[in-house]
């Protein structure tokens, strides 16, 4: 189970890379924390970590920013990641056993199936 702080990070980092928040971004804590439902230590630490990833950046007196750099980041993750998920998933066929390749056709089935009613 995750903590708050790492939820919260995740949501962060995940609206910087979908492009929610925008390179230079604003982000104020107290806008987060009602946005989130939740006070603001867990933002306050979550910018901290993120700051350390070169995400954000603060600004003594001014605030905290989406770091100019965050999209150069951003491609660098996403290339990773996706090497790192066709490597997985070329993994995980090769050791499926045909029980687990039924239950996945079945799976993909019933997506078709959703998103043809477009009930994704």
Same mark, same amino acid.
């Given at each position: 189970?995750?903590?708050?702080?790492?939820?919260?990070?995740?949501?962060?980092?995940?609206?910087?890379?979908?492009?929610?928040?925008?390179?230079?971004?604003?982000?104020?804590? $107290?806008? *987060?924390?009602?946005?989130?439902?939740?006070? /603001?230590? #867990?933002? %306050?630490?979550? =910018? $901290?970590? *993120?700051?350390?990833?070169?995400?954000?950046? /603060?600004? #003594?007196? %001014?605030?905290? =920013?989406?770091?100019?750099?965050?999209?150069?980041?951003?491609?660098?993750?996403?290339?990773?990641?996706?090497?790192?998920?066709?490597?997985?998933?070329?993994?995980?066929?090769?050791?499926?056993?045909?029980?687990?390749?039924?239950?996945?056709?079945?799976?993909?089935?019933?997506?078709?199936?959703?998103?043809?009613?477009?009930?994704?």
């Amino acid at each position: 189970m995750k903590s708050l702080r790492e939820l919260v990070v995740e949501k962060i980092r995940e609206g910087i890379v979908s492009g929610y928040f925008k390179e230079g971004e604003h982000l104020k804590e $107290r806008d *987060l924390s009602s946005m989130m439902g939740i006070s /603001t230590t #867990p933002i %306050k630490e979550a =910018f $901290r970590i *993120l700051e350390n990833e070169g995400m954000l950046v /603060t600004v #003594p007196r %001014k605030g905290t =920013f989406v770091s100019e750099y965050a999209s150069t980041s951003i491609e660098e993750i996403l290339l990773l990641r996706a090497s790192v998920e066709s490597l997985c998933a070329r993994l995980a066929a090769l050791k499926m056993s045909d029980e687990e390749l039924h239950e996945l056709e079945k799976l993909v089935l019933i997506m078709e199936g959703l998103h043809k009613k477009r009930r994704f």
